[in-house]
C-alpha cells in the first residue's frame, strides 16, 4: 500500500506543477479590458488564454522532469537496500 501511494504521489507531479504554473500565470495577470481598452479586450483574452495554456505546458514538462528524478532516486535507493551486501564474505 506504501508503494502504491508513493507512485501515486510521483505521477502526480506534473499534473501539479501545470496546474499551479497555469494558476499562477493567472493571478499575475490584470484584467484584459484595463490593459487594452474595451474594443480590443476580447482579443487580448484570447492571447491570455494562449499564454496560460503555455505555462500549463511548460510547468507539466517541469513537473515530469521532477517526476523522472525523485523517481529514478527512490528506485536507485530501494534497489540499494534491497541488495544490501553480505558482510561476512562467505555464502549465505
Known amino acids: 500500500m506504501r508503494t502504491f501511494f508513493r ?3 510521483v505521477a502526480g507531479l ?3 506543477f501545470g496546474v499551479g504554473a497555469g494558476y499562477g500565470f493567472a493571478l499575475s495577470q490584470q ?3 484595463k490593459l487594452v481598452g474595451a474594443l ?3 482579443k487580448c483574452h484570447g492571447r491570455q488564454l494562449e499564454y496560460q495554456i503555455l505555462f500549463q505546458t511548460a510547468g507539466a514538462g517541469a513537473g515530469t522532469l521532477v517526476a523522472a528524478v525523485v523517481f529514478t532516486w527512490v528506485e536507485h535507493r530501494r534497489r540499494r537496500v ?3 551486501p553480505d558482510l561476512t564474505g562467505g555464502p549465505s
Open 40 to 42: 480590443f479586450a476580447s
Open 7 to 9: 507512485n501515486l504521489v
Open 14 to 16: 506534473p499534473l501539479l
Open 82 to 84: 534491497v541488495q544490501r
Open 31 to 33: 484584467s484584459c479590458g
